[in-house]
């Protein structure tokens, strides 16, 4: 029953995504994060779609953040990321 709710609600935030696309996301998301909750299954489909501009309108700000993080993460090859 989880699983379908799941299904249904990563349906309709984004329109764009296929079924089959919508189905691997969220089984990749049960396999990575067994204890998931609908609310972070909702965040990560909210920050993939609005992307940064919830935190930050000033683009060229918020490019120079994101750029310094990156720098960042390649001196740490071992963190953990999520990909979009």
């Not at 049960?30 to 992307?51: A, H, I, T, V, W």
């Amino acid at each position: 029953m989880k699983y379908k709710i799941l299904i249904l609600l990563i349906s309709f935030v984004s329109l764009t995504v296929s079924a089959q696309n919508t189905r691997k996301f969220v089984n990749r998301q049960l396999e990575n994060y067994p204890m998931l909750r609908l609310l972070d299954l909702y965040k990560s489909c909210f920050q993939d779609y609005m992307g940064v501009e919830h935190l930050n309108s000033d683009y060229s700000r918020m490019k120079h953040y994101l750029d310094d993080e990156l720098k960042t993460a390649e001196e740490f090859p071992s963190w953990d990321y999520e990909p979009c």
